[in-house]
């Protein structure tokens, strides 16, 4: 199946900083991405939805302007998390698909964020 | 509303025993289905997909999944289960656009 790598697998980082987690798809190109978030034991919320060139999609409740979504080129889509909270100490995984049609998703292999 | 049911949390099973794990929706439409595993700190693995066509698909490490129509259910089946399967499964569905929906997640544990 097709890669999508994620870096870095883990980050622990001090409240009130900022935090990059790259989301990349290596042998396909993918003009959409999709970032979750995963709370311990629970199911994937999904967060946004990034689109290459143009402004990521929000769910309702994800705050746009704490987690800055990039998706610059069709391999690379960047989650910088800003101010970091204890709160958003989880863990983040991105995924895109090869195909509009009946592709599955491809995961990353997801990035746990501990905030201090 | 679109939704993905997976009424069990946690799933045991005996190393060698049949296994299945649930999974219902309610969408509209004709969804696509989808399955996947997940290990302990890692992401998602797709293992399997039904479009169209035969209603039991087979996919990866011997899962295979039936599609019942009618009672909108796509589970998730193996005929032996190995102690490597102990995972956390989901299960997901595209009506159509970009959209997927997740179920919960059942948690399957193989006792060897």
């Known amino acids: 199946g097709a890669v999508v790598s994620q870096h870095p697998s883990r980050v622990i980082c001090k409240s009130g900083t900022s935090v990059k987690i790259e989301c990349r798809s290596l042998d396909f190109q993918a003009t959409t991405m999709f970032w979750y978030r995963q709370f311990p034991k629970k199911s994937l919320m999904l967060m946004a939805t990034s689109n290459e060139g143009s402004k990521a999609t929000y769910e309702q409740g994800v705050e746009k302007d704490k987690f800055l979504i990039n998706h610059a080129s069709l391999t690379l889509s960047t989650l910088t998390v800003t101010s970091a909270h204890p709160e958003d100490s989880s863990f983040y995984i991105c995924?895109?698909?090869?195909?509009?049609?009946?592709?599955?998703?491809?995961f990353g292999e997801g990035s746990r964020l501990t905030v201090l | 509303a679109q939704s993905v049911a997976q009424p069990e949390d946690q799933v045991n099973v005996a190393e060698g025993n049949p296994l299945t794990v649930k999974c219902t929706y309610s969408?509209?439409?004709?969804?696509?289905l989808f399955w996947y595993v997940q290990y302990p700190n890692r992401g998602l693995q797709f293992l399997l997909k039904y479009i169209t066509g035969d209603n039991l698909v087979k996919g990866s490490y011997g899962f295979e999944a039936e599609f019942n129509k009618s009672q909108t259910s796509f589970h998730l089946k193996k005929p032996s289960a190995l102690v490597s399967d102990s995972a956390l499964y989901f299960c997901?569905?595209?009506?159509?656009?970009?959209?997927?929906?997740f179920g919960t997640g059942t948690s399957l544990t193989v006792i060897p």
């Open positions: 995924s895109a698909r090869t195909s509009p049609g009946a592709g599955e998703l491809f």
């Open positions: 969408v509209s439409g004709n969804p696509y």
């Open positions: 997901a569905v595209r009506p159509f656009g970009n959209q997927f929906y």
